[in-house]
Every structure is written in C-alpha cells, then in structure tokens.
C-alpha cells in the first residue's frame, strides 16, 4: 500500500489527475443492460439464419385482415377483341368454409370466358381492322362460360388440337340448380391456319372468337398459374 502511494506520488501531477479522473468515473459508472432485441411479430416469416423477413406491402397480419379495405383487391382481365366479338378471360378464386381446425375448401375456382358481339359501327366510321379501338361491344348482353380445373387441364394436355373434332366442353346450368338457363356448348377447334376458334352456343346465341397462336399460348399460361391456386394449394402456405 505504501509503495503504490509512493509511485503515484512519484507520477508527474497531469498524470496523477487523469488517473484520479478514470478511478473516479468507474466508481460511479452505472452499468448498462443490454437490451433486448425488438421480437418480430408472430405472422413474419423468419429466414434459417433467425432475421425476420420483411414484411410485403399492404401485408395484414391474420387479426387485422377483416380491416383490409377492399380496395386493396386486385382485378384482371385478358382481352381477346375480334371483328364480330369479343372474348374476356378472368379468374374467380376458390371459396373456402370455416371448419374447426381452420379452413377447407369449400367450392373450386374457375376461369371465366364472357363472349360479347360487337356493335354495329357508327354511319360512315367503317368497320375498320379488328381489334380497332373505335369499335365497341355489347357487353351489357354477354354470355359467360366458368371453366373448371379440370377443363382447363383438357386444354392444356391439347385436346382441342388433338383431333378433327376438336375439345367440346358442355354445361347445363339445370344442374346448378338455374332453372330457365339454355345449354351451353365450347367448342376450341384448329382453323386450317394454325389460329384456335373459341365458339360459344348456348341456346339462339352463338359467339365465335378466332385465337391466334400467340394469343392461344397466353391462355395456356394463365391456365398453368391458375390450376393450383383455383384448388385452394396456395392457401395452405400462406
């Protein structure tokens, strides 16, 4: 004890200020706790390294999805607009029944064709090529056709080019329960062209939309995406 009060006196007096200033500073130092990392919340995902994944845009979590406007909801359509009609192609996702350990399927998805003629054009504005943004159609009088999973899996294993005949898909709307409904009858056949005709009868009315190639391998791929999602596979990772 003698000796270290000898050597401190021994230091120069800058030297023994500083170290009187340290020894004074740890004596009243609080220590500090580490705090604790921010948890995520339970409906983030969490990557194999343990960070949280970031959370989508306009993501709700479950006990907040009844608050979702329904502005947030996305609508679609693909447009196939021909000289005599026009066909619009958009898909109706499954419904799903409470059960008591969650959800279950409750009635599939499906892809919906509506088929509208065209208007007459206007005196004088000719009828023009097709596709021509003055022309207009009846939509107000369209005829729909729901196709299911499986319909659209016959239209992807290439049934409609498969033969002569084509891929003739029926519906009575009598079996749904829609009484006074005419019949319908799709029929997807190859033109000597390489183009697909979609022709839709259901009772006097009749639609008849040419597809191109092009168009026809843009119907497929959304068939592709859809399948899966219209059976109700994407919900049960979500």
């Known amino acids: 004890m003698l000796l270290s009060r000898l050597a401190h006196s021994a230091l120069p007096a800058s030297l023994r200020a500083s170290a009187a200033s340290s020894a004074s500073s740890q004596l009243h130092a609080v220590p500090r706790v580490a705090s604790a990392a921010p948890r995520a919340p339970s409906h983030v995902a969490q990557y194999s390294n343990g960070s949280a994944a970031p959370v989508p845009p306009n993501f709700a979590a479950p006990n907040d999805r009844a608050a979702t406007s329904s502005s947030d909801r996305v609508y679609t359509n693909y447009y196939v607009y021909k000289t005599r009609a026009a066909m619009c192609l958009r898909l109706l996702p499954p419904t799903f029944a409470k059960a008591q350990a ?84 799709l029929s997807l056949k190859q033109l000597p062209d390489g183009n697909i005709s979609f022709n839709l009868t259901a009772g006097p009315e009749n639609f008849s939309v040419p597809v191109t190639k092009g168009e026809f391998e843009v119907i497929k791929s959304v068939a592709q995406f859809a399948i899966p999602r219209l059976l109700g596979f994407d919900a049960v990772f979500e």
């Open 102 to 185: 969650g959800k279950v399927l409750e009635r599939d998805g499906t892809m919906l064709l509506e088929f509208a003629t065209a208007n007459a054009a206007a005196p004088g504005a000719g009828n023009g090529p097709a596709g021509n943004v003055n022309r207009t159609y009846n939509w107000g009088n369209k005829v729909t056709f729901a196709l299911s999973p499986v319909e659209l899996g016959n239209i992807l294993a290439g049934d409609a080019v498969a033969s002569d005949k084509g891929l003739v898909l029926w519906h009575d709307p009598a079996k749904l329960g829609k009484t006074g409904e005419p019949i319908k009858k």
